[in-house]
């Protein structure tokens, strides 16, 4: 448990930087196309950056397009949200969701976060810190992005999933908030999720997560309230989703090996279940991801893939 917001602070800001991925953006804009689906259009398989201008300002993201893509078919999209002074590079490298979009045919795009260090307003902030970090609203950002995604590549709207690790999966939250007409189902891996101010989506969301027991960023038990940060405990999150969206308010609970357990609160409107994967020993890590750092962040669990699991979610909750 951490006795000050400043120290979680601290932690995230440290975790995030001390990743060593280097990363760096074209500087290259992606030429608009008319909106819509078109055989003819213009798109570049693979890797590309881009920049959509938000607010004044140049803001980032790194999109990967499958080799199956087909500019006249209406094809999935995911979001994947870096954490806290991370960036767009190093979120790619931790969730490897390239390679599940090879194998299912679907869009994946990583928005780099604003600020130095890099991050999302995801939730509220207090004391000292709130004249440290400047909000922007990133709510806006992630709408913008959307519309201009929908004019460079070919959308399905009813498949538009978000998802993130740490501070971003807080944003993804934040998203599903605030953004339910856009975003069909969300993700999260070790969130650090703040207690938001109001939570009202216009409908309810489906939300899958995973958080290690031996987190030492995002504490699975959470963060004491009445600080700069107070982080919600893990299991209330979920359980709070489950409220939001009608569930049952008991979850199944399952052994799906000796140290993950799954809860699975289901019985909600629209068929918006919420499942949380809880990893015993399991740390601010990316289950099945990319490597990193174990004295930072602590132990990767392989027994599980977080991106191949939460692609399966996503399929089956298209927006309704």
């Known amino acids: 448990m951490y006795k000050t917001g400043i120290y979680i602070f601290s932690a995230l800001a440290l975790w995030g930087m001390a990743m060593g991925f280097a990363f760096g953006f074209s ?4 030429s608009a196309q008319p909106a819509g689906c078109y055989a003819d259009a213009a798109y570049k398989v693979g890797l590309d950056d881009g920049v959509v201008m938000f607010d004044g300002r140049r803001r980032t993201y790194r999109v990967y397009v499958p080799e199956s893509y087909d500019p006249a078919q209406p094809t999935p999209l995911v ?30 795009v990583y928005p780099q976060g604003a600020g130095t260090p890099p991050r999302w307003n995801s ?3 207090g004391g000292q810190l709130a004249d440290f970090i400047q909000p922007t609203d990133d709510v806006a950002f992630i709408r913008a992005l959307l ?6 590549l070919c959308i399905d709207p009813a498949r538009v999933y978000a998802n993130g690790l740490s501070n971003g999966a807080g944003m993804s939250s934040r998203l599903a908030c605030e953004l339910a007409d856009r975003i069909a189902a969300i993700g999260g891996v070790a969130g650090a999720y703040t207690p938001p101010d109001t939570c009202e989506p216009l ?6 997560a995973f958080h290690g027991l031996d987190d030492p960023i995002s504490p699975y038990d959470g963060s004491e309230a009445g600080r700069d940060i107070a982080l919600l405990p893990i299991e209330a999150w979920a359980g709070e989703w489950a409220a939001r969206n009608g ?4 979850p199944l609970i399952e052994a799906v090996t000796e140290t993950i357990t799954r809860r699975t ?3 909600c409107d629209s068929g918006a279940e919420v499942i949380l994967y809880s990893i015993a020993g399991g740390g ?6 990319g490597v990193q750092p174990v004295f930072i962040s602590g132990v990767v669990n392989r027994e599980i893939n977080a991106s191949a699991i939460m692609w399966d979610f996503f399929a089956a909750h298209p927006l309704r």
């Open 147 to 152: 519309n201009h995604l929908n004019e460079t």
């Open 123 to 125: 939730g509220r902030i």
């Open 284 to 289: 601010h890590t990316w289950p099945g991801g």
């Open 27 to 30: 500087g290259q804009e992606v």
């Open 203 to 208: 409908r309810a969301v489906p939300v899958i």
């Open 79 to 108: 979001l994947s949200l870096h954490g806290f002074a991370s960036n767009a590079g190093q979120q790619m490298e931790f969730s490897q969701w390239n390679r599940v979009a090879d194998e299912h045919n679907f869009i994946v």
């Open 247 to 250: 569930c049952d308010s008991e």
């Open 265 to 267: 609160f289901s019985g």
